[in-house]
């Protein structure tokens, strides 16, 4: 079988689970689960196979056309190059252990089966997204995963939080996708193709007439799918959704859309140094905003949330100074231990009964009630903040060395300010990055107070996946050697400033909130906090759904928790009332857009019902009047209708005597 049939096999496996699962889950439950599972797991061997074969070289291209359009054709088209080839086989394993934990995450729902199918058709339309050769392709997997994520985050709708993240996640993004389609159509326009091989090479001989407009509409589209400054909003909302709905989005899907969709075009963006100097502005802003406001959050799936949101931002950093192999080495390794951070957060939270980080900082025992979820989770935020020799360091690394060659003018494909921006940012990020790192471990796993409620040993399907995914969460960076065919030929090896300075920052960060936790947890003992909801027999989806309720219903928000003992309230100081609602962004949003818009319907609506109906229903009142009046002639008497004809013989003699009498005078 050649490699552009597997290659094809990859996305339409999943969809045929997809399609198969919808059709039998209500008649024939015990084929959920498998046809779950084994057409994913299928689909990573597959993918693993395909990047073997690939092996970093030259990229592999197939196309046929799909549809003659009469002017730029659209084409059915594979483009297999080293970026594409690791980035499905990250969605394809992170997706299978996504599917593997939901059968004991969700294993008493009720909609399992629907939610298994759309799973295998988000991942199917990711898939489509990372191997497409044209871009209207590439679309429709782009607008297939906003669909399966409005119902995937809207699972528990139910409660009230599911159903406004859920809308709020789809009306952010299209908000975005607008210009972004736009986009599309004037880089087709100006090189007259949607095939991407035909696009960079238009590209690089000159072809492209308004690279500023179409790069910046493009940006649009990609800030809104991987939730960066200022359409970021959507994402810590969504972790209203089940928990590994939120491994999968954060960590192989959704928001790696936009970085994968501008590191396949990365040479469009590059023709305009305007739009990387906007990309790196946005990049800035959202590592910085998202460090502060992760340190503010008390649900710890937010924390995860605005740390995605950070990660994203050193991705969109490694672009903004034109390299991408950086960025998509930093997306993979950052998927690797976002997907155990958030599927260990869904066993601590079934654990706890809470996902309040204040409530679990006054329960003692959860790291021995959860040793896997521990011990993983404890490397993955390793991980996460750049400690060597875990994969987030290599990759970190290898966004800040990029930025220092651009900065320093080794490297002309950004703009220097690109450069310093990115680096500084960066830096500061690594400090706020390893400070709610430590802030998360020591309130989930060290905290003090009665003994944490004993729901049994975690399923087995559960915690294997954890086990896992943690090996490329140690492995991967020390890897990155290895795999430089795949990343454009280049090295990713950390530089000696970069490396101490980050790390440096990174120590700092954790040894201060660690100094900031010893000074405030004597307080956690004399202010005692509710939000829990535990329930040991009940399974973990129940748990979480009531975790989220619970949490609102005590604190007034599902974002903070008036806990004095919080370290992250002694560091933020007065900024973290501000910090803990995202900056007021969303409050923001409400009094520029949405109450005007809204104030706009309720207009249109008193015109067309006061204004407009009035003249329609007028017209329909003069007509009936007019039908009544006529009516009542309408007797049935023969005489009665005689004698008004012979009147009105009579008015019209009369009218024409007169007439001709006043003609005659004049």
């Known amino acids: 079988m050649t490699t552009t049939t597997l290659a094809a096999l990859v996305p339409l496996l999943p969809f045929l689970g997809a399609l198969a699962g919808l059709a039998v889950g209500r008649t024939t439950p015990g084929f959920v689960r498998p046809l779950a599972i084994l057409p994913t797991l299928t689909a990573a061997v597959l993918a693993v196979l395909v990047a073997v074969r690939q092996g970093g070289g030259r990229a592999i291209d197939a196309a046929t056309q799909l549809t003659p359009t009469g002017s730029v054709p659209i084409d059915l088209a594979l483009h297999l190059d080293g970026f594409a080839v690791l980035v499905a086989v990250l969605v394809t394993v992170v997706a299978t252990c996504v599917q593997l934990y939901s059968t004991a995450y969700l294993r008493g729902d009720a909609r399992y089966p629907s939610y298994a199918a759309l799973v295998s058709l988000f991942t199917s339309a990711m898939l489509l997204v990372v191997y497409s050769g044209d871009l209207m392709v590439l679309l429709v997997g782009w607008e297939i995963m906003g ?102 989005i954060h960590a192989a899907t959704m928001v790696a859309a936009g970085i994968y969709f501008v590191a396949r075009l990365l040479p469009v963006f590059a023709a305009s140094g305007a739009a990387l100097v906007v990309l790196a502005v946005m990049a800035a802003v959202t590592m ?68 309040s980080l204040a409530a679990m900082s006054r329960m003692s025992g959860l790291a021995r009630r959860v040793p896997d979820a521990f011990w993983t989770m404890t490397v993955a935020l390793l991980a996460l903040a750049a400690i060597p020799p875990f994969a987030g360091f290599f990759s970190k690394e290898a966004v800040l060395v990029a930025a220092e060659h651009t900065a320093l003018g080794d490297r002309t494909v950004a703009p220097a300010a690109a450069g310093w921006t990115i680096l500084i940012a960066g830096l500061l990020a690594a400090a706020l990055t390893a400070s709610y790192a430590v802030r998360l471990w020591l309130l989930a796993f060290r905290g003090r107070g009665a003994e944490v409620p004993d729901h049994g040993k975690q399923p087995l399907a559960m915690t294997s996946v954890l086990w896992l995914l943690a090996v490329p969460t140690i492995g991967f960076g020390l890897s990155a050697g290895l795999l430089g065919d795949w990343f454009d030929g280049h090295a990713l090896t950390p530089s000696l400033t970069t490396a101490v300075l980050s790390t440096g920052v990174t120590l700092v960060g954790g040894l201060v909130t660690y100094g900031a936790w010893r000074h405030t947890t004597a307080l956690a003992a004399r202010t005692p906090l509710g939000a829990v909801a535990a329930h040991p027999g009940a399974e973990p989806a129940l748990v979480e759904a009531e975790a989220m309720t619970s949490h609102t219903a005590v604190y007034g928000t599902i974002a903070d928790a008036p806990d004095p003992a919080d370290p992250g309230r002694l560091l933020l100081g007065p900024l973290h009332r501000h910090a803990v609602t995202g900056f007021h962004l969303d409050a923001l949003y409400t009094a520029l857009f949405v109450r005007p818009l809204q104030a706009a319907a309720r207009l249109v609506r008193f015109l067309d019902r006061e204004v407009v109906d009035t003249y329609v229903n007028g017209t329909g009142a003069v007509t009936r009047l007019l039908g009544t009046a006529v009516r009542r002639a309408q007797t049935g008497n023969v005489q009665t209708y005689v004698s008004a004809l012979l009147a009105g013989s009579l008015a019209l003699a009369i009218a024409a005597v007169v007439f001709a009498n006043v003609n005659a005078g004049s």
């Open 147 to 248: 669909i399966c994520s409005y119902f995937l985050v809207g699972h528990y709708w139910e409660t009230p939080e599911a159903r406004a993240a859920s809308l709020k996640a789809f009306l952010v993004t299209k908000l975005g996708d607008v210009p972004f389609l736009i986009g599309l159509f004037a880089l087709a326009a100006d090189t007259g193709s949607f095939r991407i091989t035909r696009i960079l090479a238009a590209v690089a001989n000159g072809g492209l007439d308004h690279p500023t407009l179409i790069a910046l509409l493009l940006l649009a589209g990609v800030a809104g799918k991987s939730a960066q400054f200022p359409l970021h909003t959507w994402l810590p909302d969504a972790m209203a959704g089940p928990t590994p709905v939120s491994a999968l």
């Open 288 to 355: 910085i905003g998202s460090g502060l406001a992760a340190l503010a959050q008390d649900d710890i799936k937010r924390v995860l949330a605005y740390s995605t949101i950070g990660q994203l931002g050193y991705m969109s950093g490694a672009l903004a100074v034109g390299d991408r192999g950086a960025a998509v080495f930093h997306l993979i390794s950052h998927g690797a231990f976002k997907a155990v951070l958030f599927l260990a957060a869904g066993v601590v939270i079934h654990a706890a009964g809470t996902n």
